[in-house]
């Protein structure tokens, strides 16, 4: 189990490093100067441009400026944001918790939902229960989430004004963004979880069980959702790096103080710092729930950490 651990947390460090380069040249690739973005009306004063590049070592050969970046990031600090006048990590501390809120109660719904459909689904097959539940899925699938988020507010904030919307970050304003986030997901999720559950149910353990005259209740819940928990296991830790990435278009949408929303400012500001330190972050949040979901794999199957 040890060397089982080992390995995923050298995968880490490996895909961490990788991130890192990729975040550093992306931005780069943006056409425009920062600087001149930075100073605005001041930047026909090309002395001043030129003192501001070398402050901020914009002058030195890119390779330097990435490991002297890394080494920073290595000690906690992710430098220091021009556009927003304050530290990277102060933005990041400020915008973070309302994009952990938005993502968490988006994978529950996700998660909740599209397992209790594929469930239905499942028990039900070829029936029109079946069939009205994956049609209900593959909707939630097909909407756009920046359509769907402004319907919603038309409909919820505008028309019936029951929820928050534009900035809210108390619960009444959590629960548009959430559902927006979520429902693509949720659609993807039914359609697994069906897969899963049906595929397990086709299993001669389960056949036997049931010859043995064990209730089905009970052969569902031990040898049917135990089976089918391994691939959901494998989509709830590639959810977690969708609905972050998803939470950059549903913040623009309702205005919410996330890192998303940061990240565009970030991108329109050509704010290297501040680009470099989300994406990075969001990368190992990624790495660390697939990671999660592998150190959960041996707790089901004990034969996988010995493979």
Known sequence: MSGYILKR???IVALAFGISVIAFLIIRLIPGDPVVAMLGTSAGDKALIERLREQLGLTQPL????????G?????????SYANQQSV?????????????????????SLSGGTALGILAALKRNQSADTASMGLALVCMSVPSFWLGLLLILAFAVTWPIFDVVGGTSLKGLVLPAVTLALGSLGFNARFVRSSIIAALSQ???TTARAKGVPEFKVFVRHVMRNALLPILTITGLQVGQLLSGSVIVETVFSRPGVGRLLIQGILAKDYMTVQAIILIIAIIYAVSNFIVDILYPVLDPRIANR
């Open 9 to 11: 947390l050298a995968a």
């Open 89 to 109: 990590s102060s933005l990041l501390a400020s915008s973070f918790p309302a994009t952990i809120q938005l993502t968490l109660a988006a994978l529950t719904l």
């Open 204 to 206: 001669n353990h389960v």
């Open 63 to 70: 390779h330097l400026q990435y490991f002297i970046w890394l």
């Open 72 to 80: 920073h990031v290595l000690q906690g600090d992710f430098g220091y």
